[in-house]
């Protein structure tokens, strides 16, 4: 599975716009990313998953460059609710295959 | 979508005793389930993969006959820490693969576990 590297934490404000980035360089072709967010003492959640250009849900977009390199999670005006702990990870368009999970990004928000 | 359960929430120990967390799947099916461990500020660490009607796969590291693990119809996985020791506490967390075609796995809310 491809490796991927966040920024360990992030701060931001109320009704800020937030994007936070994520490094694979080893993506391989059949590889797609997937976002997951975590609240404190709770499972990860799904937020959005995408294989190249751009990908917009209800919740958040997903921005991915031609060379699949990166790629970009953008939360529109986070509020207070928003903070919490946002996964990054790159692998096969399978749901039964099990997860590598890296640091994660840490997103505070603050009022 | 697709939920998740598990049961305990959290539970509290003596060292020495075993504890079983059950992870469910409550609207959907789940030939494979997965457990996770996580350490307080620390990411998910895959403890094991847990087939319905076969063997657990363990990662590296993972000691089976600690952790064992039943997944005895498709919609229960249980995991039992064996001889709970201080340092097995934890927060445990499964996981179920979704059905559409995706990438997506839906999480149980874990289950804090405090050996004392």
């Known amino acids: 599975l491809a490796k991927t590297t966040q920024p360990i934490s992030m701060d931001s404000y109320e009704g800020q716009e937030v994007n936070i980035t994520c490094s694979h360089n080893?993506?391989?072709?059949?590889?797609?990313i997937t976002w997951y967010q975590q609240f404190p003492s709770q499972g990860p959640r799904f937020i959005i998953q995408?294989?190249?250009t751009k990908v917009t849900n209800e919740v958040a977009s997903l921005f991915i460059p031609a060379d699949r390199k990166s790629s970009t999670l953008s939360l529109p005006r986070v509020s207070l609710s928003d903070t919490a702990v946002y996964y990054c990870?790159?692998?096969?368009?399978?749901?039964?295959?099990?997860?590598?999970f890296g640091g994660g990004t840490r997103l505070m928000v603050k009022p | 979508g697709a939920v998740v359960s598990q049961h305990p929430s959290w539970v509290i120990c003596k060292s020495g005793t075993s504890v079983k967390i059950e992870c469910r799947s409550l609207d959907f099916q789940a030939t494979t389930m997965f457990w996770y461990r996580q350490f307080p500020k620390q990411s998910l660490m895959l403890m094991a993969t847990s087939n319905e009607g076969s063997k657990a796969t363990y990662e590296q590291g993972v000691e089976k006959d600690k952790f064992l693990i039943n997944h005895a119809s498709l919609t229960l996985s249980t995991l039992t820490v064996t001889s709970a020791h201080p340092e097995d506490s934890s927060f445990y967390i499964c996981?179920?693969?979704?059905?559409?075609?995706?990438?997506?796995?839906?999480f149980g809310p874990g289950t804090r576990l405090t050996v004392l």
């Open positions: 080893n993506i391989a072709t059949n590889d797609y």
């Open positions: 996981s179920a693969p979704g059905q559409d075609g995706y990438n997506e796995q839906f």
């Open positions: 990870l790159v692998g096969p368009n399978n749901a039964g295959n099990m997860l590598t």
């Open positions: 995408g294989y190249k």
